[in-house]
Antibody
Framework: QVQLQESGPGLVKPSETLSLTCAVS????????WTWIRQPPGKGLEWIGNIYYSGSPNYNPSLKSRVTISVDTSKNQFSLRLNSVTAADTAIYYCARSLDERATIGGFDYWGQGTLVTVSS | DIQMTQSPSSLSASVGDRVTITCRASQNIDTYLSWFQQKPGNAPKNLIYIASSLQRGVPSRFSGSGSGTDFTLTISSLHPEDFATYYC?????????FGGGTKVEIK
């Protein structure tokens, strides 16, 4: 059974860096794309970006200047860093898996449970 | 970016009702559309991809149709566990974008 688990600080100060990790169990990172999606409390979903285990990351242009997604195959996990955060970055952050870059075939088939990150001083 | 517009934003229905939710893309996205169900406190669950392909394990009362710019999600007979918020998402091009959601409430 594939499982994804997000982890990281639940509270980040404005202007600092948000850092999250998604640990994958039950399968290898290899041959899949790995995605971060966020959802402000009570609002809709926003695609942050994705990465293939060996390829270049692909970011949402709205966040591109502040975001970094990386992968660590030795630990079977991938990570998100978002710089210079503001209150607008307060959201539930989800990690998810797909077979291809745009999640066309099979969609996002596995998701983490999500982790709430609050940006506040 | 491709804008996704869902309607209605909310609806009230009874168990056993047939429910239809629509999603419109701001440009042609062929059949590159997925549907998700989200219950409070849970991650979204992928129901349908490529407009009409049912994700494994999803009940057959869920179906999707459409191509180009107009799409629909239909629940043929609403079950109690179907009360949730539903989102569409285009996978035609990045950035991937989602509709604003349709909340299905108990009448």
């Amino acid at each position: 059974q594939v499982q994804l688990q997000e982890s990281g600080p639940g509270l980040v100060k404005p202007s600092e860096t948000l850092s999250l990790t998604c640990a994958v169990s039950g399968d290898s990172l290899i041959s899949y794309y790995w995605t971060w999606i966020r959802q402000p409390p009570g609002k809709g979903l926003e695609w942050i970006g994705n990465i293939y285990y060996s390829g270049s990351p692909n970011y949402n242009p709205s966040l591109k200047s502040r975001v970094t997604i990386s992968v660590d195959t030795s630990k079977n996990q991938f990570s998100l860093r978002l710089n210079s955060v503001t209150a607008a970055d307060t959201a539930i952050y989800y990690c998810a898996r797909s077979l291809d870059e745009r999640a066309t075939i099979g969609g996002f088939d596995y998701w983490g449970q999500g982790t709430l990150v609050t940006v506040s001083s | 970016d491709i804008q996704m517009t869902q309607s209605p934003s909310s609806l009230s229905a009874s168990v056993g009702d047939r429910v239809t939710i629509t999603c419109r893309a701001s440009q042609n996205i062929d059949t590159y559309l997925s549907w998700f169900q989200q219950k409070p406190g849970n991650a979204p669950k992928n129901l349908i991809y490529i407009a009409s392909s049912l994700q494994r394990g999803v009940p057959s009362r869920f179906s999707g149709s459409g191509s180009g710019t107009d799409f629909t999600l239909t629940i043929s007979s609403l079950h109690p566990e179907d009360f949730a918020t539903y989102y569409c998402q285009q996978s035609y091009s990045t950035p991937l974008t989602f509709g604003g959601g349709t909340k299905v409430e108990i009448k």
